[in-house]
């Protein structure tokens, strides 16, 4: 009987797992691709972690709505980013815009990359240093 209990919970749990959150189906499957890729392209912003495709919540769903609806009204994608980011800010935007802005987000990598390849290249030179002017090492130690 217990067997049966919990082979009946895992069942369940399995079965909620795999139930999909956003079951819209538009007519054109161009229009659904460009839905599918809009939804997880923007952030909820109740869950802030999971796109509105991924997301549960009832201000989701009213987004993915949203979205459906200008994209039946023949808006174009970026009118609807457009859109969105003026109605909710550029934080709704999961691949945030290149503007004065958010430049930092987009050149810090860059930098921290430049930064780090300098100091590494003068740990490099200044340990050669050291080790070229230490009267200690014998010249057999050095070759391989």
């Known amino acids: ?14 079965a909620a797992a795999v139930q999909a959150l956003d079951t819209t189906q538009l007519a054109d499957p161009a229009l659904q691709a460009r839905y599918v890729s809009l939804t997880h392209e923007l952030r909820c912003m109740q869950c ?10 009832d201000l989701a769903a009213d987004l993915r709505a949203q979205v459906r609806e200008q994209l039946l009204a023949g808006k174009s994608d ?58 200690d090492t014998p010249d057999e130690d050095l070759r391989p």
């Open 78 to 135: 970026e009118e609807i980013r457009n859109w969105m980011s003026a109605r909710y800010g550029e934080f709704i935007l999961f691949r945030p815009r290149f503007a004065p802005r958010t430049a930092w987000l987009w050149l810090a990598p860059l930098v921290l990359l430049v930064l780090g390849a300098a100091v590494s290249w003068r740990i490099v030179r200044q340990r050669g240093a050291l080790l070229a002017g230490d009267p």
């Open 48 to 57: 802030q972690n999971e796109s509105i495709a991924d997301s549960p919540v």
């Open 1 to 14: 009987m217990r067997f049966r209990a919990s082979l009946l919970a895992v069942f369940l749990a399995g």
